[in-house]
């Protein structure tokens, strides 16, 4: 399975299902939609496809998924998750005239995990470990918020605790040097499918260039093997896509989101 068809094939039916939310409060079915809550009120749309619909169908289904969120006080926030491949007519104009902001696109990477479970050389006095005591996934959070320019602070923090405790098979790594953290990024196995994905990578500016994105990508990679799993999932900014592709990957799709906030 190496052809972008293939792997955008099992992408579409591996992960969009309810694979793709595991840590979710609930799930509500509306048409072809999945409403999402997470803790910290945040709502989530996703779905498998919208069913054909044409715009006047879609601008309904956008109302309707707002409107759903609106009636939950303890929303703040949601986000719908949109797929470059979709049939979605209407679906942009239908989201920007009910409030929501376009994020920035990203590439959906998908490939062999044995491509990217390599041997990188680390620099000098540069290590990496996985971390699952809460005084280390706070200072992970914390650089994670420095380098993407977030405020997540403990909110990201207790939702990583909770999937942890969870025994899910999430895990969390780090790159330190001096006993500080300069890079750090998640593994999550899906369970019922081939794969696991590569969430959250970050390096700090000072530290980039130098192979340890690349090393903690392998040992993720490495750990996933271990788990049974044979692809390897990531939606990659324009930093981490380049460093993807050179160990395998290929970009079948893209993904943008758009957020809505009260």
Not at 65 to 83: F, G, M, P, Q, S
Not at 162 to 179: I, K, N, P, T, Y
Not at 198 to 226: K, M, V
Not at 232 to 261: A, F
């Amino acid at each position: 399975m190496t052809s972008p068809d293939r792997l955008l094939a099992a992408y579409d039916d591996q992960l969009r299902t309810d694979a793709e939310t595991p840590s979710a409060v609930s799930v509500i079915r509306h048409g072809p939609l999945r409403l999402i809550t997470f803790p910290g009120g945040r709502g989530f749309v996703t779905y498998r496809d919208l069913g054909g619909a044409d715009a006047s169908t879609i601008r309904q289904l956008v109302g309707d998924a707002l409107a759903h969120y609106r009636a939950d006080a303890d929303i703040n926030r949601v986000e719908w998750k949109t797929r470059g491949h979709d049939h979605a007519p209407g679906l942009h104009e239908a989201l920007l005239e009910n409030g929501f902001d376009r994020g920035e696109t990203e590439s959906i990477m998908i490939g062999e995990a044995q491509a990217l479970a390599t041997d990188v050389a680390l620099p000098d006095g540069v290590a990496l470990r996985r971390v699952v005591e809460g005084a280390d996934v706070r200072a992970m959070c914390a650089m994670q918020d420095e380098v993407f320019g977030d405020d997540l602070g403990m909110q990201m923090v207790e939702a990583l605790m909770r999937r942890l405790s969870f025994g899910d098979g999430m895990e969390l790594w780090v790159a330190e040097a001096e006993g500080r953290v300069i890079s750090a990024g998640r593994l999550e196995p899906v369970k019922g499918t081939e794969f696991a994905g590569i969430w959250g990578g970050a390096t700090r500016e000072e530290w980039r260039g130098r192979g340890i994105y690349r090393a903690l990508t392998a040992a993720r990679a490495s750990s996933a093997l271990a788990h049974g799993k044979r692809l390897i999932n990531s939606d990659s900014t324009e930093y981490s896509r380049p460093i993807l592709e050179r160990s395998g990957l290929v970009k079948v799709s893209t993904t943008t989101p758009y957020m809505w906030r009260r």
